[in-house]
């Protein structure tokens, strides 16, 4: 079966082209590309197909099937230069359906007011603040297939400067007839455009700047534009290795498809001992060209001191931007 995967992992490998145009920069929300949970992101960010947990609902919607039982999780991300990921969601089972709800939410934390006349501050001060609600449905059609979804508000604000749109989630789980594989599949943030409104864009302007006399102040408001979010394709596999009463192996791989970057690859796995300590490896982000800030190593630990509770950590190594850490708590009822 190790063959079959590796095969598959070759085969998404052989789909993404080696040189395409990037469009970084292209679209808006990028906090919604940040990765959201520890044991996700210490697997390399190869999760489409290998998530059983909470964080399903940013992921793959239609693993939310796979929990068993209701979960709440919460995550913590110290992003750079001292900026914050704040991740928090709960899944509640309802017989054979799963719903639940997850916030996501960015933080710039505060900052002074700089301008080309007073670059030392005005003496104001103002944050960036995105937030992601999301709403979610999943359900098993069969015992081998799931598909679930994600109904969500997403939310940008600058100093007082807002845009908002709604967007949807769609995911598939599917474990195959070949021992030990799974399928999983999703699409993220297919939404409406991104177009910021405030008093922000005010200005006075003169009309006419080549006679005195005239009203050099007229307000007018500076039109911004449209953009899109950052729609991302994941399909990806997992394979176990081996699962006894002591130990633990899964291998995972992901081939994604973003609207606003070259296609890429993650790969990652965890070894699990005893159900009590968990230790994962990745590499991310293959063949990615503008890979300033991404990064590719991943590392991360987990504890399960009971089955109701996980505490997982991860390390991301992002290059020239140094490293990322992400904490998180799991809680089962």
């Keep these: 079966m190790i063959k079959k995967l590796l095969s598959f992992v070759f085969v998404i490998a052989?789909?993404?082209?080696?040189?395409?145009?990037?469009?970084?920069?292209?679209?808006?929300?990028?906090?919604?590309e940040i990765p959201?949970?520890?044991?996700?992101?210490?697997?390399?960010?190869?999760?489409?197909?290998?998530?059983?947990?909470?964080?399903?609902?940013?992921?793959n919607p239609a693993a939310a099937t796979r929990i068993g039982q209701n979960q709440v999780t919460f995550q913590n991300t110290d992003w750079f230069v001292d900026t914050k990921l704040y991740y928090a969601a709960s899944v509640?089972?309802?017989?054979?359906?799963?719903?639940?709800?997850?916030?996501?939410?960015?933080?710039s934390g505060e900052m002074d007011v700089r301008t080309l006349t007073l670059p030392d501050?005005?003496?104001?001060?103002?944050?960036?603040?995105?937030?992601?609600?999301?709403?979610?449905?999943?359900?098993?059609?069969?015992?081998?297939?799931?598909?679930?979804?994600?109904l969500k508000f997403v939310q940008n604000q600058i100093w007082r400067m807002q845009a908002s749109t709604i967007a949807l989630d769609l995911g598939f789980f599917y474990q195959t007839p070949f021992d030990k594989i799974d399928l999983g599949f999703s699409i993220s943030n297919f939404g409406g455009e991104m177009?910021?409104?405030?008093?922000?864009?005010?200005?006075?302007?003169?009309?006419?700047?080549?006679?005195?006399?005239?009203?050099?102040?007229?307000?007018?408001?500076?039109?911004?534009?449209?953009?899109?979010?950052?729609?991302?394709?994941?399909?990806?596999?997992?394979?176990?290795?081996?699962?006894?009463?002591?130990?633990?192996?899964?291998?995972?791989?992901?081939?994604?498809?973003?609207?606003?970057?070259t296609n890429y690859?993650?790969?990652?796995?965890?070894?699990?001992?005893?159900?009590?300590?968990?230790?994962?490896?990745g590499y991310s982000n293959i063949f990615t060209e503008d890979n300033y800030g991404l990064g590719h190593l991943r590392f991360g630990v987990g504890i399960k001191p009971i089955e109701e509770i996980s505490v997982d950590y991860a390390l991301s190594d992002r290059d020239e931007l140094g490293y990322v850490h992400t904490m998180g708590l799991s809680l089962k009822f």
């Design 265 to 281: 690859v993650n790969t990652g796995g965890e070894y699990g001992f005893r159900n009590l300590l968990f230790l994962r490896a």
């Design 92 to 107: 509640f089972k309802l017989n054979d359906i799963y719903l639940g709800v997850s916030i996501n939410m960015f933080d």
């Design 36 to 59: 959201v949970g520890a044991r996700s992101i210490g697997m390399g960010e190869a999760y489409v197909a290998a998530v059983n947990e909470v964080s399903a609902l940013y992921w």
């Design 121 to 150: 501050g005005t003496g104001e001060r103002f944050r960036v603040q995105d937030i992601s609600i999301a709403f979610t449905y999943a359900q098993a059609l069969t015992d081998n297939f799931s598909l679930g979804g994600n």
């Design 195 to 261: 177009t910021l409104r405030g008093d922000n864009t005010f200005v006075p302007v003169d009309l006419d700047p080549l006679n005195s006399g005239n009203n050099d102040g007229i307000p007018a408001n500076l039109m911004t534009g449209a953009w899109d979010l950052p729609l991302i394709f994941r399909i990806g596999t997992t394979y176990d290795v081996f699962h006894t009463v002591d130990h633990k192996l899964i291998l995972a791989a992901d081939a994604v498809y973003p609207n606003n970057n």
């Design 14 to 32: 052989l789909s993404l082209p080696v040189m395409g145009q990037s469009q970084v920069g292209s679209t808006a929300s990028s906090f919604l």
